[in-house]
């Protein structure tokens, strides 16, 4: 009900005792009117009767659920006490949905949008804890982390939660990429897309250049190298390689311009000549390559 009441004030409903026509039309046309308009009527109220637990929370959880359920209902809960954030009111009416087994996917679903939340719109506490929470989950013996973070989930359940991880880092990194590619289109498109992030005059649509800022910082807080070792240890060897391959190709263009040829570099490959290998976990990379046939 909530989520149809926000659905109908973006189609300019102004009387809660009515649907729009508009709104009417596009559930007529996704062949979902007779399931969904019950609940524009309905009198059942949500009460929060548990309030959202609060960091840390992956030390405290022995399954994934209890793990991206509290992650989620603790992210939709501080979205909906800023007043800055413009997806509050959304989320908080999703909170149901992430309480049961049954809205797991929904959760992952809408994960990646509550960090994106939190990032442009939270505070930097908010970020920290989302950080701290990443790196509990990907903390095995032998990563760089200062202490391993002790868990009661099993090896099945942590490769979820490292596994969901991952996919908020892709996703993060999509939008990112999507977002450079538009900037470098034709400059008609450029300009319909700086009308479109400056005709907003409330600051609550998400600025394109802060958001690209926002994710690109946030993502360069959680290693590679503490990637590839988590996804090692859950069994996702083709996946630690990835994360090896590109720490490797990100250090190298980083230090590209510090590396001088020298006589005792002939006869060396390309390959090596290229320093993609300087600074990996070259025992890992061993290890995986090994391990890649053994299923």
């Not at 596009?26 to 009460?47: G, M």
């Not at 009111?89 to 049961?100: L, Q, T, Y």
């Not at 360069?220 to 390689?241: E, F, N, Q, T, Y």
Request: positive net charge; charged residues 25%; contains cysteine.
């Amino acid at each position: 009900q909530e989520l149809l009441k926000i659905l109908d004030v973006q189609f300019g409903g102004r009387n809660e005792s009515e649907m729009t026509p508009q709104l009417k039309e596009r559930l007529r046309k996704a062949d979902v009117s007779s399931i969904v308009e019950p609940f524009w009527s309905t009198n059942y109220k949500q009460v929060d009767t548990v309030a959202a637990k609060s960091p840390p929370f992956f030390r405290k959880s022995n399954s994934y659920f209890s793990w991206i359920s509290s992650v989620c209902r603790y992210l939709v809960k501080r979205s909906n006490e800023n007043k800055g954030s413009a997806w509050g009111d959304f989320f908080h009416a999703c909170r149901s949905a992430i309480r049961s087994q049954a809205g797991i996917g929904a959760a992952e679903f809408l994960l990646p949008l509550f960090i994106l939340d939190a990032l442009c719109f939270g505070k930097k506490f908010d970020e920290d804890v989302i950080v701290d929470e990443f790196l509990h989950v990907l903390s095995f013996e032998g990563s760089d982390s200062e202490k391993v973070v002790a868990s009661h989930m099993n090896l099945r359940e942590r490769e979820k939660a490292a596994n969901v991880i991952f996919t908020v880092m892709d996703v993060l990194r999509h939008w990112l990429e999507k977002e450079a590619e538009l900037r470098q289109q034709p400059s008609r498109g450029r300009s319909k897309r700086s009308n479109i992030s400056n005709s907003n005059d409330d600051g609550n649509l998400w600025p394109a250049t802060a958001t690209s800022k926002k994710i690109e910082c946030f993502l360069k807080r959680i290693p590679l190298s503490s990637c590839a070792l988590a996804a090692s240890k859950v069994g996702m060897r083709a996946r630690a390689l990835q994360f090896l391959e590109v720490e490797g190709r990100n250090r190298a263009v980083l230090n590209g311009g510090n590396h001088k040829s020298n006589d005792d570099s002939k006869g060396v490959s390309k390959f090596l000549k290229s320093h993609l290998l300087d600074g990996i976990d070259l025992q890992l990379m061993q290890t995986l390559l090994g391990q890649l046939n053994d299923f």
